[in-house]
């Protein structure tokens, strides 16, 4: 029975009870009920109830409480009505829902069909791809490495005496400089040049090793090409692979297929990581560059330097013919390769272990044969670059601070001694000479350490390494010369050191040298020792020059400048005048002194701190240039 056939039961039951007429009823519609019933409507059963007044309107039941007028009966009836036809809105809707579900749900099933059928289909396609690759592999058997063991330290002993043969027979015949690239390759700028690349892998080279290799193309500066071999185990493999031109077709259409290789990077994990950081580079004539863990690219360093800064004399650049690259074996630490050097003076056989790191570490042996006498021999050779400092005079660029990969020379000096030299960019070509026998160390160092010292952006100059050489064996008397050339840009190597043997053999002799680069971001001066924090000098009062030196470090901390007495000395037609001692606000000992000249000649300057005697800092150095 519907709600609205059930509200009628209702009126009609009432009017019974109250044994009064419908007339009488609708001609008093106002008139109070004579008794209160109760009826229930239920599944369209009419009752009468007594409980406490309430209703209640749903679905399937209304209930009526109290003392009922025709007008609530009716009320209750429309309201009954409009929830009769929601309940049947809900009903359909649900219905849709369900159906949309069911749509979905055969969708969904569908889907996953079609996802299964698909993996079916990748996985016989990758069984297919994996037994092509077994049959590749087969195929080129020869060509690709396995894993090598490691070398033996007597076989490479014996190879290394096979390149020192080599480089002894080409020093006893006539130079033959080597056919240099094409013209096209040697006209690509740095733009053009850094767009090309060898595709591919390295052949030789095996997978799942510590250690990869990239070849560098010849081209633009590097236009002498290098023949560079993979030993794996027993074989030699020279690779020979097609370049390829990153966004560029119509350069990488007037290229040639092949180009010759000019040098190699070597790529490892920093960390537990994969071998995607690249920590050596050996790239043009002799140089070489490493860097450790977290460090950017700076400095660099070459195997040999023939006549440098020499007078009416052209600066020789030896180069690297050749290259034997060791394939590297799971679990190695270091990467080992030797190196065959020419040039129109002499020859050298190289043998290079690098061990990359927090500090990379790269340990040479070089054997030298001369050709023809070389006025000017330089070994272990160090390549910086120092535009503007902190406490230059002179500045290039005012929109940075500092530009440079290196600020100072660091010499090891007897007795655990040390000597400081600022870097500078000269008005004009310097040479300064530091008397060695057997020298303990020396390097180029980057002192300045934070982002603020230079204020270039994306520069990261404080991240550059220094490059510490620690001599093996004897060396014998010479001298360490630091070369400084003016310049007025970045891209310039202008700063160069190396040590100069006293004593030179006869042509076809040979020379060895063993020596040790570390690549660290620390400065190895030793924590006995006050170092160098500033220093400027300014020409006041007239006709003096007046110099003032910070000095920092935890022996100076405990000391009070009455403890310690300043000791300068100056080398040439000046003295010195008015040195003092105080504690400036960062807590550092500062020294101020004055230098008034004699005459017209360079004069060369020392500054240190003692104590009881004995020296506590570093020696600062450095040199007035001639005047006139």
């Known amino acids: 029975m519907g709600f609205a056939h059930a509200a009628r039961a209702v009126l009609a039951s009432r009017r019974h009870d109250t044994g009064r007429s419908a007339d009488t009823a609708a001609g008093r519609p106002d008139a109070p009920v004579a008794s209160c019933s109760v009826f229930k409507i239920q599944g369209g059963i009419v009752g009468r109830q007594s409980f406490w007044p309430m209703m209640v309107i749903g679905a399937a039941a209304v209930a009526l409480t109290g003392c009922?007028?025709?007008?609530?009966?009716?009320?209750?009836?429309?309201?009954?009505?409009?929830?009769?036809?929601?309940?049947?809105?809900?009903?359909?809707?649900?219905?849709?829902?369900?159906?949309?579900?069911?749509?979905?749900?055969?969708?969904f099933a569908q889907a996953i069909a079609q996802i299964a059928g698909e993996q079916q289909q990748l996985a016989q396609g990758l069984g297919r791809l994996r037994a092509q690759e077994r049959q590749t592999m087969h195929r080129v058997a020869p060509k690709v490495a396995p894993r090598p063991a490691a070398i033996t330290k007597a076989a490479a002993d014996a190879f290394f005496g096979q390149v020192v043969a080599r480089a002894r027979a080409l020093a006893a015949a006539p130079y033959k400089a080597p056919a240099q690239v094409s013209k096209g390759l040697r006209k690509l700028d740095f733009s053009q040049y850094s767009?090309?690349?060898?595709?591919?892998?390295?052949?030789?080279?095996?997978?799942?090793?510590?250690?990869?290799?990239?070849?560098?193309?010849?081209?633009?500066?590097?236009?002498?090409?290098?023949?560079?071999?993979?030993?794996?185990?027993?074989?030699?493999?020279?690779?020979?692979?097609?370049?390829?031109?990153?966004?560029?077709?119509?350069?990488?259409?007037?290229?040639?297929?092949?180009?010759?290789?000019a040098g190699f990077s070597a790529f490892t994990g920093f960390g537990k990581g994969p071998p995607v950081d690249e920590f050596l580079s050996v790239l043009g004539a002799s140089y070489f560059r490493a860097v450790g863990a977290g460090q950017s690219w700076g400095l660099s360093a070459r195997g040999v330097a023939v006549d440098t800064a020499l007078p009416h004399r052209a600066e020789e650049f030896p180069y690297f013919r050749e290259f034997w690259v060791f394939a590297s074996h799971p679990g190695a630490r270091h990467l080992a390769f030797c190196g065959l050097l020419d040039s129109p003076s002499l020859t050298g056989a190289y043998r290079f272990v690098v061990r990359p790191g927090a500090d990379t570490v790269v340990d040479v042996k070089e054997v030298l044969f001369e050709r023809q006498h070389v006025q000017r021999l330089g070994i272990a050779p160090l390549t910086s670059m120092f535009l503007q400092g902190r406490f230059s005079h002179r500045r290039f660029d005012p929109m940075i601070r500092s530009a440079h990969d290196s600020d100072g020379l660091a010499v090891a000096l007897p007795n655990d001694g040390r000597l400081w030299w600022p870097l500078r960019d000269p008005k004009r070509i310097a040479i300064y000479r530091f008397p060695e026998t057997n020298p303990g160390g020396f390097g180029l160092m980057q002192r300045a350490r934070?982002?603020?010292?230079?204020?270039?952006?994306?520069?990261?100059?404080?991240?550059?390494p220094n490059a510490w050489v620690t001599p093996e064996g004897n060396w014998g008397p010479g001298h360490l010369l630091l070369v400084e050339l003016p310049t007025t840009t970045q891209t310039n190597d202008n700063i160069s050191a190396f040590w100069v043997p006293k004593n030179q053999p006869p042509a076809l002799t040979p020379m060895t040298f063993h020596y040790r680069i570390n690549w660290t971001g620390d400065d190895p001066r030793g924590a006995h020792l006050g170092y160098v924090t500033a220093w400027r000098r300014a020409p006041r009062p007239a006709h003096t020059q007046t110099y003032v030196i910070d000095f920092k470090g935890p022996v100076l901390a405990r000391l009070s400048p009455a403890a310690l007495a300043p000791v300068v000395h100056a080398y040439g037609p000046a003295r010195v005048v008015n040195p003092w001692l105080t504690r400036n606000a960062a807590g550092d000992i500062r020294m101020q002194f004055g230098v008034v000249r004699t005459g017209s000649a360079p004069v060369t300057i020392h500054?240190?701190?003692?104590?009881?005697?004995?020296?506590?800092?570093?020696?600062?150095a450095n040199a007035l240039p001639a005047t006139g």
Not at 607 to 620: C, K, M, P, Q
């Open 68 to 107: 009922a007028t025709t007008g609530a009966v009716r009320k209750v009836a429309l309201e009954a009505k409009k929830a009769d036809e929601k309940g049947r809105q809900a009903l359909a809707a649900v219905k849709a829902l369900r159906r949309e579900r069911q749509t979905s749900d055969q969708a």
């Open 195 to 261: 767009k090309i690349s060898y595709a591919g892998r390295v052949p030789g080279w095996p997978v799942g090793t510590p250690f990869h290799i990239q070849l560098y193309p010849a081209g633009y500066l590097f236009t002498w090409p290098e023949t560079i071999h993979i030993m794996s185990g027993a074989r030699r493999i020279t690779p020979q692979l097609p370049i390829t031109v990153a966004g560029d077709p119509k350069l990488a259409a007037r290229l040639p297929k092949t180009i010759p290789p």
């Open 450 to 464: 934070r982002a603020g010292d230079y204020r270039a952006y994306g520069m990261h100059y404080e991240r550059r």
């Open 607 to 620: 500054a240190a701190l003692v104590h009881g005697g004995e020296r506590v800092t570093e020696t600062w």
